[in-house]
């Protein structure tokens, strides 16, 4: 999977209050089913998140201009160069 | 006089002066002086002009700005300090004075010294105050990095990255991080995340180091860089003890660049616990919910409220039957009665007819020519014709005898 396309935040603080929506137990069913069906997806979502293993890094690299590029870097042949 | 002048070799003021120069200078080629500075003067040319004194006496002292520039500290009256300098004389006052080449404080370090000074003037300014502090980001999703690309610390930062949170980007702006021109290059790379705007946080900082390897994150230049930051700055220089003035005024300070990290990032093991408590809590939420609709539906269904439209129906059914056989028979009596009168009028109307009374053997008696019903006797004379009708057609007949009652 790669960077996150939702911030991790927003996304556990949803789960965290769709589980308090559902407990408070005053929702119409088809509203509760709803909302059951996105929290499950979050939290697949949020441990999907979680299992990732490889971070990404890169370099910023200033253009001409007001323009950057992040270019991958590996810190090996980082250190061959110098 | 005259015989004197002849004898006596007599100096011009500059020749004497030359002589003195070269004496002192011969005589004292470079050499070490304690005391302490006052009189210290700073004019526009950037040289610098001060008495060195101790409790008896007093020399003039001249520190030339490239040297003066290249000062860690500011130099300050009453500050007790060891010069190296060359004796020599200012010609056009005829003043002997010390030359500085070196200025080192006493009883601390140059470094140390100058550390101190810009500590208590940031701190004056207010660049140190909590209000200036800016809040971390609880889940940062790209960590902007200051450091080489060859220390120790990227490779720090990128390893607890790894353990505690891998799902983050972390982007590296290269710069040197001591030595000649690295400060310029810390500041580039601040100025730079802040005009790309693509990380949440930033470290700054590298491995450990002497405090002239620590002394980039010293300067002036680099903590102002650091103060004006709008990204929010984790400071992460050398080890737990070391202390920069770069880690007083970012926004929080990492002892070392891993402590960085695990300040910066969640802990994805207490998460992932997180994340399952909540799941958890979402199902047996959902499960309990529809329980609770399927209790309510069954409660429903069984409730009189529900019973009682169906109810209502099957009365209603019952008494629009009965209204229709009520109906029917109030219709049934009503044609029968109808009938009944009918034949009642029929009967009656029969029974007045006078055809019905002839139709018995009665019969009816006019008297001629007036056709006048004939009911008493005496009315009639003898000779009076009559015309009887019968039931069945009538007579003409003539009255012969009359019998009154």
Redesign the interface.
């Known amino acids: ?1 790669p ?2 396309k939702q ?3 927003k996304a ?1 603080s949803r ?2 209050e ?2 308090e929506k ?2 408070s ?1 005053d ?1 119409p ?1 088809e509203e ?2 709803k909302i ?1 069906k996105e ?2 997806e979050l ?1 697949r979502w ?2 999907q ?2 299992n ?9 690299v ?1 253009l001409e201009g ?1 323009k ?1 590029k ?1 270019e991958p ?1 590996d ?1 090996e042949s ?2 061959e160069a ?1 | 006089m005259e015989q004197y002048t002849s004898q006596v070799k007599i100096y011009t003021v500059w020749e004497l002066t030359q002589e003195i120069k070269s004496t002192l200078e011969q005589t004292f080629p470079a050499l070490w002086v304690e005391g302490e500075i006052s009189n210290l003067s700073q004019p526009f040319s950037g040289h610098v002009y001060f008495t060195l004194k101790d409790e008896s006496a007093q020399i003039r002292c001249v520190l030339w700005r490239n040297i003066a520039e290249y000062l860690p500290f500011q130099i300050e009256d009453g500050q007790h300090v060891i010069v190296l300098a060359k004796l020599s004389v200012y010609e056009k006052q005829g003043q002997y004075q010390l030359y500085v080449e070196d200025l080192h404080p006493v009883g601390i370090g140059k470094l140390e010294l100058a550390f101190q000074q810009l500590k208590e003037k940031l701190y004056n300014e207010g660049l140190f105050d909590e209000r200036h502090k800016q809040p971390i980001p609880k889940f940062p999703q790209r960590i902007g990095i200051v450091t080489s690309p060859t220390g120790a610390a990227i490779r720090d930062i990128l390893k607890i990255t790894r353990r505690r949170f891998p799902a983050v980007e972390l982007i590296l702006r290269p710069v040197r991080v001591q030595g000649e021109g690295a400060a310029e290059e810390i500041v580039q790379a601040i100025a730079e995340f802040n005009q790309f705007r693509v990380v949440d946080v930033l470290i700054v900082g590298r491995g450990g180091g002497s405090l002239e390897d620590l002394w980039a994150f010293n300067e002036e230049k680099v903590a102002r860089a650091i103060f004006v930051s709008r990204i929010p700055i984790v400071s992460a220089v050398g080890h737990e003890i070391d202390f920069t003035i770069v880690d007083f005024v970012a926004d929080l300070r990492a002892p070392t660049p891993s402590a960085a990290v695990e300040m910066i990032l969640p802990d994805r093991k207490e998460l992932a616990k997180e994340i399952r408590n909540v799941s958890r809590r979402l199902v047996s939420a959902q499960h309990s919910l529809i329980d609770s609709y399927r209790q309510r539906l069954k409660s429903v269904l069984t409730s009189y409220g529900l019973k009682r439209p169906a109810d209502i129906l099957l009365q209603n059914r019952q008494r629009l039957d009965e209204l229709i056989r009520q109906i029917s028979i109030a219709a049934a009596n009503l044609l029968q009665h109808a009938q009944q009168k009918f034949s009642t009028s029929v009967g009656r109307l029969n029974a007045l007819s006078p055809l019905a009374v002839l139709e018995r053997g009665y019969s009816v008696c006019y008297k001629l020519p007036e056709k006048k019903i004939v009911k008493i006797a005496s009315s009639l004379k003898l000779k009076d014709e009559l015309e009887v009708l019968l039931w069945k057609g009538k007579v003409h007949s003539q009255v012969t005898a009359i019998y009154p009652e």
């Open positions: 999977m960077a996150q911030s991790f935040e556990l789960l965290e769709i589980a559902l407990e137990g929702l069913l509760s089913l059951f929290g499950i939290s949020c441990s998140v979680l990732q293993t490889e971070s990404e890094l890169k370099k910023l200033k007001k950057f992040l870097l810190l980082e250190n110098e």
